[in-house]
């Protein structure tokens, strides 16, 4: 069994998180730079100790503080596979993938036909003899995922693997990456800024900001019904915080009330989350109902796709209108105005805030 219970404190870097994850689950690991993903990755894998914590692989307590067990990285049944592919310079393909099962104390003539395996499962075959210096930056990671796979890992852990590739050959990674946690059922974890690494590979979504695990549910479910600020963003979707009242709605901390479809209690912490195509920008504000009115000042506008992106703030928050070329020349929008943001009230959906 490869199921993961992580609770782990580093004080240094502000880090207190708290991870299950089942047997065969894939999770990917998503939040703003600095936020603490690779971090949660190290305490895993066994390169980072924590203050306080325990945390188990399986059945095996492989950190526990408070009885002064920490296994080693090389002893937790963990393989790594990060953006740069890090293979043995002086080995070709071949024994490079043969490095795990040789380590275990597997014979020259078993470790080959091993690693011919998994260069086979990872479409490589024909690159067995080729020294990494031969090789490019796409085909260098089917080798280090071979490698990888060859140390018949309980939990695969996936640091921003396709960060380092091309357009053309990012695609292809993705898909043999999908094909084998699939197919397989591996557990693993994987760091990305990628939304289409999330929607390919992965069962579930973690949102890390500050150190913290702040949102956590279905790939579908984060993507349609966001409750963090980041998620939003990736999703690309506005998100307004406040509390919910007792009329169905939402209060924010600048006086602002937003009007939708409501499935949080009285009080609660809440987000307003609604699509950029939902909202109209006006000069002057519209009192027609029901709508929500959203004063803003324009930051920026950039061509997105086939409309505008006007990006606006109000109260330090950012939120984004999509509205055509037409538009933003008949109103001559340009950035340091104030104008508003207008949306109808069936168009924005109100959900508990994330914790």
């Known amino acids: 069994m490869s199921r993961i219970s992580l609770v782990a404190e580093v004080a240094e870097r502000n880090l207190d998180f708290t991870l299950d994850v089942e047997n065969g689950e894939v999770i990917a690991i998503l939040g703003p730079n600095g936020a603490g993903k690779s971090s949660l990755l190290s305490l895993v894998a066994g390169l980072?100790?924590?203050?306080?914590?325990?945390?188990?692989?399986?059945?095996?307590?492989?950190?526990?503080?408070?009885?002064?067990?920490?296994?080693?990285?090389?002893?937790?049944?963990?393989?790594?596979?990060?953006?740069?592919?890090?293979?043995?310079?002086?080995l070709d393909a071949e024994a490079n993938v043969a490095f795990a099962p040789r380590s275990r104390g597997v014979g020259r003539r078993k470790g080959r036909e091993i690693a011919r395996t998994w260069l086979d499962a990872?479409?490589?075959?024909?690159?067995?003899?080729?020294?990494?210096?031969?090789?490019?930056?796409?085909?260098?990671?089917?080798?280090?995922?071979?490698?990888?796979?060859?140390?018949?890992?309980?939990?695969?852990?996936?640091?921003?693997?396709?960060?380092?590739?091309?357009?053309?050959?990012?695609?292809?990674?993705?898909?043999?990456?999908?094909?084998v946690l699939r197919e397989q059922r591996r557990t693993a974890l994987i760091v990305t800024h990628d939304l289409l690494d999330a929607l390919a590979l992965a069962d579930t979504i973690v949102?890390?900001?500050?150190?913290?695990?702040?949102?956590r549910g279905p790939t579908t479910d984060i993507l349609t019904a966001p409750r963090s600020e980041f998620a939003a963003r990736i999703a690309g979707v506005n998100l307004v915080l406040g509390a919910a009242d007792s009329s169905g709605s939402l209060s924010t901390a600048h006086g602002l009330t937003v009007h939708g479809h409501s499935t949080t209690p009285s009080g609660a912490a809440a987000v307003a989350v609604f699509s950029p195509s939902a909202v109209a920008v006006h000069l002057t504000e519209p009192h027609a109902s029901p709508r929500n009115v959203l004063p803003v000042t324009i930051a920026a506008m950039d061509v997105h796709?086939?409309?505008?992106?006007?990006?606006?703030?109000?109260?330090?928050?950012?939120?984004?209108?999509?509205?055509?070329?037409?538009?933003?020349?008949?109103?001559d929008l340009s950035p340091g105005m104030e104008v508003y943001f207008v949306v109808k009230s069936q168009e924005v959906a109100i959900h508990p805030a994330s914790r």
Do not use: K, W
């Open 48 to 90: 980072l100790r924590p203050d306080s914590g325990r945390i188990t692989i399986g059945d095996d307590v492989v950190t526990d503080t408070a009885e002064r067990i920490f296994v080693p990285a090389h002893a937790r049944g963990v393989a790594t596979l990060s953006q740069n592919a890090l293979l043995f310079p002086h």
């Open 122 to 179: 990872v479409d490589a075959l024909d690159l067995a003899d080729r020294r990494p210096s031969q090789l490019s930056g796409g085909q260098a990671q089917r080798i280090a995922l071979a490698r990888a796979l060859a140390a018949q890992p309980r939990v695969l852990l996936l640091d921003e693997p396709m960060a380092a590739l091309d357009v053309a050959t990012a695609p292809v990674l993705r898909r043999l990456l999908r094909t």
């Open 207 to 215: 949102v890390v900001q500050s150190g913290r695990i702040v949102e």
């Open 305 to 331: 796709g086939a409309t505008v992106r006007v990006r606006g703030t109000h109260g330090g928050q950012s939120l984004v209108a999509d509205v055509t070329a037409a538009a933003v020349s008949e109103l």
